[in-house]
C-alpha cells in the first residue's frame, strides 16, 4: 500500500471526527425544528378543517351570521379566486416572458436591462401590502363610485404585479440555462435571431419557464392584503368583474375572528381547500421538473 493509500484510508483525528458529528447533529436538530413548526399547521388545519369538508361547502353561499341547519358554503370564493388568479396570469404571464427574452437574448449587458433586472429585484421583495396599497390609489380611488372601485380586474391587477418579478427573473434564469451551441447550430441553418428564439431557445426552456409560472401562480393564490384593499369582499356569485368580488384568503381572514361558531369552522374548511389548491399547484412544478 503506497503512502497515498494509507493516507486515505487513515482514520480522522479525533477532534475532526467530533466536529463532523456535531455539525451534523445541528443540521438535523435545525431541519427537525422547520420541519416541526410546518407539520404543526399543516396537523391544525387538517385537523379543525377536515370536519366540515362536504360537498356543498364548494356548491353554496356561505350562510348569514348565526343561522344553522342550512347549507353553507364557499363557492363564491373559490370561484373568486380562480377567476382573478387567471387574470393576473393572463397580465403577467406574457409581459413577463417577454420581458426575460429582452433580458436574455436581446439586452443582455444593455443598460436598460441591468435596469430592467434591479427593478425586477426590488420588485420581488416588496411587501404584498404595499402593493395592495399601490393597487389601490392607481385603480381603486380612480374608479371609485358607489364601491364601484374594488373589484376582480382591481384585484388581478395587484396579483399580476405580484406575479411579474417572479415570472421575469425565473424566465430569465430558464433562458439562460440553454446552451449556447444550440442558439450557433440554429444561426447555422439559417435561422434569424427572432426564430432561434421562439423556435430554439423559448422551446427548450419551456418546462423550466411552465416551473415558473405555476410557482408565481402558487405565491399569488394565498395573498390577503392586496385584496382587501382591491377586491373587497361579496357574499354572492360573481356576475361582474368590475364588482366587489369575493376570495378564499379574504373570506378566511374576515371568518377567522367571527363570534359565530360555524363562520369559524368555515374558515378552518376554507383553509385546507386553499392548501389543496397551492399544493396541486406545487405538485405540477414538480411532475414538469422531473419530466424535464
Same mark, same amino acid.
Do not use: C, H
Given at each position: 500500500?503506497?503512502?497515498?493509500?494509507?493516507?486515505?484510508?487513515?482514520?480522522?483525528?479525533?477532534?475532526?471526527?467530533?466536529?463532523?458529528?456535531?455539525?451534523?447533529?445541528?443540521?438535523?436538530?435545525?431541519?427537525?425544528?422547520?420541519?416541526?413548526?410546518?407539520?404543526?399547521?399543516?396537523?391544525?388545519?387538517?385537523?379543525?378543517?377536515?370536519?366540515?369538508?362536504?360537498?356543498?361547502?364548494?356548491?353554496?353561499?356561505?350562510?348569514?351570521?348565526?343561522?344553522?341547519?342550512?347549507?353553507?358554503?364557499?363557492?363564491?370564493? /373559490? &370561484?373568486? +379566486?380562480?377567476?382573478? @388568479?387567471?387574470?393576473? #396570469? $393572463?397580465? *403577467?404571464?406574457?409581459? !413577463?416572458?417577454?420581458? %426575460? =427574452?429582452?433580458?436574455?437574448?436581446?439586452?443582455?449587458?444593455?443598460?436598460?436591462?441591468?435596469?430592467?433586472?434591479?427593478?425586477?429585484?426590488?420588485?420581488?421583495?416588496?411587501?404584498?401590502?404595499?402593493?395592495?396599497?399601490?393597487?389601490?390609489?392607481?385603480?381603486?380611488?380612480?374608479?371609485?363610485?358607489?364601491?364601484?372601485?374594488?373589484?376582480?380586474?382591481?384585484?388581478?391587477?395587484?396579483?399580476?404585479?405580484?406575479?411579474?418579478?417572479?415570472?421575469?427573473?425565473?424566465?430569465?434564469?430558464?433562458?439562460?440555462?440553454?446552451?449556447?451551441?444550440?442558439?450557433?447550430?440554429?444561426?447555422?441553418?439559417?435561422?434569424?435571431? /427572432? &426564430?432561434? +428564439?421562439?423556435?430554439? @431557445?423559448?422551446?427548450? #426552456? $419551456?418546462? *423550466?419557464?411552465?416551473? !415558473?409560472?405555476?410557482? %408565481? =401562480?402558487?405565491?399569488?393564490?394565498?395573498?390577503?392584503?392586496?385584496?382587501?384593499?382591491?377586491?373587497?369582499?361579496?357574499?354572492?356569485?360573481?356576475?361582474?368583474?368590475?364588482?366587489?368580488?369575493?376570495?378564499?384568503?379574504?373570506?378566511?381572514?374576515?371568518?377567522?375572528?367571527?363570534?359565530?361558531?360555524?363562520?369559524?369552522?368555515?374558515?378552518?374548511?376554507?383553509?385546507?381547500?386553499?392548501?389543496?389548491?397551492?399544493?396541486?399547484?406545487?405538485?405540477?412544478?414538480?411532475?414538469?421538473?422531473?419530466?424535464?
Amino acid at each position: 500500500m503506497t503512502l497515498f493509500d494509507r493516507q486515505l484510508t487513515k482514520p480522522l483525528p479525533l477532534g475532526r471526527t467530533l466536529f463532523s458529528y456535531g455539525m451534523n447533529a445541528i443540521a438535523a436538530l435545525s431541519t427537525a425544528l422547520a420541519l416541526l413548526a410546518l407539520l404543526s399547521i399543516l396537523f391544525e388545519i387538517f385537523r379543525q378543517g377536515l370536519p366540515g369538508l362536504k360537498w356543498e361547502v364548494f356548491t353554496s353561499l356561505p350562510a348569514p351570521a348565526g343561522e344553522t341547519g342550512v347549507p353553507s358554503g364557499f363557492g363564491n370564493a /373559490i &370561484q373568486g +379566486t380562480v377567476l382573478m @388568479v387567471a387574470i393576473a #396570469a $393572463l397580465l *403577467s404571464v406574457p409581459f !413577463g416572458i417577454l420581458t %426575460a =427574452i429582452y433580458l436574455s437574448e436581446v439586452g443582455k449587458t444593455s443598460a436598460t436591462a441591468t435596469i430592467v433586472r434591479f427593478v425586477m429585484s426590488i420588485l420581488s421583495a416588496v411587501p404584498s401590502i404595499v402593493v395592495g396599497v399601490f393597487a389601490y390609489a392607481v385603480i381603486v380611488l380612480a374608479t371609485l363610485f358607489n364601491y364601484k372601485g374594488f373589484s376582480a380586474l382591481a384585484g388581478a391587477f395587484a396579483l399580476a404585479v405580484i406575479m411579474l418579478p417572479i415570472v421575469v427573473l425565473s424566465t430569465e434564469e430558464a433562458l439562460k440555462l440553454v446552451p449556447q451551441q444550440q442558439r450557433f447550430a440554429s444561426a447555422a441553418l439559417g435561422a434569424n435571431s /427572432i &426564430q432561434t +428564439t421562439f423556435k430554439v @431557445v423559448l422551446a427548450s #426552456a $419551456l418546462p *423550466s419557464i411552465t416551473t !415558473g409560472v405555476l410557482l %408565481a =401562480i402558487a405565491r399569488v393564490s394565498g395573498e390577503t392584503a392586496p385584496l382587501l384593499f382591491t377586491a373587497l369582499f361579496s357574499q354572492s356569485w360573481i356576475e361582474n368583474i368590475l364588482n366587489p368580488t369575493p376570495s378564499l384568503s379574504v373570506m378566511i381572514y374576515n371568518y377567522s375572528g367571527s363570534p359565530f361558531p360555524e363562520q369559524i369552522q368555515l374558515a378552518w374548511t376554507a383553509s385546507v381547500v386553499l392548501l389543496g389548491m397551492v399544493l396541486l399547484t406545487n405538485l405540477l412544478s414538480r411532475l414538469i421538473t422531473r419530466k424535464r
